[in-house]
């Protein structure tokens, strides 16, 4: 009886001690690190997840917006390459440092495209000198408040002849008329000897021009990639994607084709033969963009499609662009993984290695305003034929 009473009162030994906490040490180890691992993906997941939705964002604005660049306007006017008023005057690759996040490099991407819902019939005084007085006709008003710096364009029926202007003040909705500076030096109403702009028996069109820039500018420590509604640096903004390294553009130009009559074999318009440079300006080293001066004119809408002037470095003559866009995590990686921003288009990666996820997303968007060869105001019809429909919504 002893003897069985003292089996039963028997312990563990030390080595079944010693036995059992391994195996559940092992056991515990094991789920834990199972879970570390589970959340380490988890964050990779989430941490690139909203890197890639931003650049996703970014480049579905950009599919959207940008396809309307010269729509209802001369292809001359349809881009702006002035860097006056531009940080550092760069168009391309400006570099600014953000504290506590590092650099970004960006290149300014500014073009107009007229307001396809908006038309309405004026009269501009000839004063040749501006402000221009505009009047719309009588019974018409603009019917929504406009802000000083807006540009409005006044064309002849037609579109030859046309003025580019910006109010010089706020306008109401139910305002009449409206004072306009000068937004382009050509086309003022004085300079054009046959022009209607201020011909009462010949109202010209009075359209607004919507004016979209596009670049990166740091906000409360963060790198943007916004769009500014108008040129000037004070202009209304909205944010397009936060955490962008880098933007670029490039510039895909006229080409002529192998059989062309005028201008076959005619040398890239930056003058860099065999360089692999194919026409599109604003994608290598160099920094080479298009231009619009007196030595670089413009094609007209009755210029031969096989003539020097469609294959020169003029904005008239860009029929696509390419952008490009990179965007980092706003954290780094858990799994300790070191890289680097790659080159994109001619800009260098801007910051050293590090352990933050970067997503680069590219694309060419064809603009198909820059080849028309339609007048982009059209006659007004005649009110004495019948069903004969007047230009009210469109052109």
């Not at 004016?211 to 740091?218: F, I, T």
């Not at 160099?286 to 003539?307: E, R």
């Amino acid at each position: 009886m002893s003897t069985s009473r003292t089996h039963a009162r028997r312990g563990f030994t030390l080595i079944e001690l010693l036995v059992g906490i391994t195996v559940s040490s092992v056991v515990l180890l094991a789920v834990a690190g199972t879970i570390i691992a589970v959340n380490n993906i988890f964050q990779n997941n989430t941490i690139s997840k909203t890197a890639v939705e931003g650049s996703r964002v970014g480049s579905d604005y950009l599919n959207r917006t940008l396809r309307y660049a010269g729509y209802g306007l001369d292809p001359a006017i349809a881009f702006n390459f002035d860097t006056v008023g531009l940080p550092g005057d760069r168009k391309d690759n400006y570099t600014e440092e953000v504290e506590g996040w590092g650099n970004f490099v960006t290149d300014d991407l500014a073009f107009r495209y007229r307001d396809p819902m908006f038309l309405r019939r004026g009269q501009l005084a000839d004063t040749g000198t501006p402000p221009f007085q505009l009047n719309l006709d009588a019974a018409t008003v603009f019917g929504q408040p406009l802000r000083q710096g807006q540009a409005v364009l006044v064309a002849c029926p037609g579109g030859q002849d046309y003025f580019l202007g910006r109010l010089t003040a706020d306008v109401p909705a139910d305002g009449t008329a409206a004072s306009l500076d000068t937004a382009l030096a050509a086309g003022l109403p004085g300079d054009v000897p046959k022009s209607c702009m201020a011909d009462a028996t010949r109202l010209p069109f009075v359209m607004l021009v919507h004016e979209k820039r596009l670049r990166v500018e740091a906000y409360g420590g963060r790198p943007y990639l916004v769009v500014r509604h108008g040129w000037a640096q004070n202009a209304d903004f909205d944010p397009i994607a936060v955490d962008v390294e880098s933007f670029q553009v490039s510039y895909q130009m006229n080409r002529p084709p192998a059989n062309s009559a005028c201008c076959a074999g005619l040398p890239a318009p930056d003058g860099a033969v065999g360089s692999g440079m194919a026409w599109v300006l604003g994608d290598e080293d160099a920094v080479v963009l298009p231009k619009y001066d007196a030595d670089v004119p413009p094609p007209t809408y009755s210029t031969p499609y096989d003539a020097p002037l469609r294959y020169n470095m003029n904005p008239a003559n860009i029929r696509s662009v390419g952008v490009g866009l990179t965007v980092r995590s706003v954290r780094p990686l858990p799994s300790g993984k070191k890289n680097q921003g790659r080159k994109l288009f001619n800009a260098d990666p801007v910051n050293p290695e590090d352990m933050f996820f970067r997503t680069t997303v590219e694309t060419s968007l064809r603009i198909p305003n820059m080849t028309s060869r339609a007048f982009f105001i059209p006659e007004l019809r005649s009110e004495g034929v019948a069903g004969d429909i007047k230009n009210v919504w469109g052109g």
